[in-house]
């Protein structure tokens, strides 16, 4: 049956329509796009490319899509021994309570969309405090 056959271009266009989410939140505000160059060089992790030496030795695991390792001893303070990953923190209002009531441990928080970030790095900006010092950001792929 020939009409039961979707071109290419339209299942595209149905995948596109399909989708339950935003996939790319409003422009930031002046003001958040000072906080996301000054917080993000402060409080950012830009993890490496996965290494071509390393896939070709076959140091990732079987479903590895392009994972690197990174080194939470060069991140944090010595003292700092467990350590918490939240993934899509929003305005980070978790990730910093967090940070607050366990000032032993180390987070690192992922967020997608940069008005998320933008609006946490804002407020680890306007408070200098070294409860923050444990936290570092990363922006989700």
Known sequence: MRGDMISEERRA???????????KGPALSPRQQDVMVRGYARYGID?????SAASASGASGPGDQGA???DLSA????????FGLEIGFGKGEHLAHQARTRPV???IGCEPFLNGMAACLMCF?????PMFGCIWMMRGR
């Open 13 to 23: 266009r149905l995948n596109e329509r399909q989708f339950f989410g935003r996939r």
């Open 47 to 51: 993890l490496p490319e996965k290494s």
């Open 68 to 70: 690197v390792a990174l």
């Open 75 to 82: 991140l944090f303070p010595a003292g700092i021994k467990s």
């Open 105 to 107: 441990m180390g987070f």
């Open 125 to 129: 900006c306007a408070r200098i405090s």
